[in-house]
């Protein structure tokens, strides 16, 4: 079914000027990028955010990078969008990311791994209305 998720291109891609590369890959695994902002994240939004992961270790650090540079935010729409973004994402970790995905082909570490994607379809309603509101989405 046609789905929407929620995307971010995280501060280690965009300072290498890799929000075009990422994208292509976007597009090219057929998702359509139906909302798109540049926008550097307060820590507030930040902790927010990722508030689900307040208790772990990373956390300051997690929050530290994501308000370390621009981000892009987006969202994305196709079949089954949650699912084939993550896909298209490979593995938190690109150690062990497959061939071709996005976390393999540019991100640097675990924490520096380039791109967010919701992991269900109720976080990526509530990520979605924390960064957009509906005019701003246009399928
Ligand atoms: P993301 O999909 O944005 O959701 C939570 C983020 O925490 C995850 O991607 C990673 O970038 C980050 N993360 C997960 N594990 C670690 C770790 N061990 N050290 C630092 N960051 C981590």
Same mark, same amino acid.
């Given at each position: 079914a046609l789905q929407r998720t929620f995307s971010i291109i995280k501060p280690d891609a965009t300072e290498r000027n890799l929000t075009g590369a990422v994208n292509a890959v976007i597009e090219g695994a057929g998702l359509r990028i139906v909302a798109q902002k540049r926008i550097h994240m307060t820590r507030q939004q930040a902790e927010t955010f990722y508030a689900v992961h307040k208790e772990r270790p =990373? =956390?300051? +650090?997690?929050? @530290? =990078?994501?308000?370390?540079?621009?981000?892009?935010v987006q969202v994305l729409e196709g079949d089954n969008a949650i699912a084939r973004y993550? +896909?298209?994402m490979g593995a938190t970790n690109p150690a062990n990311a497959a061939e071709g995905t996005i976390r393999k082909l540019f991100a640097k570490s675990v924490g520096e791994n380039?791109?967010?994607g919701? @992991?269900?379809p109720e976080t990526a309603a509530i990520e979605i209305a924390q960064f957009f509101s509906g005019? +701003?989405?246009v399928g």
């Open positions: =990373f =956390f300051g +650090e997690l929050v @530290d =990078f994501m308000t370390s540079g621009p981000v892009v993550r +896909e298209v380039s791109v967010h919701s @992991d269900a005019n +701003e989405i």
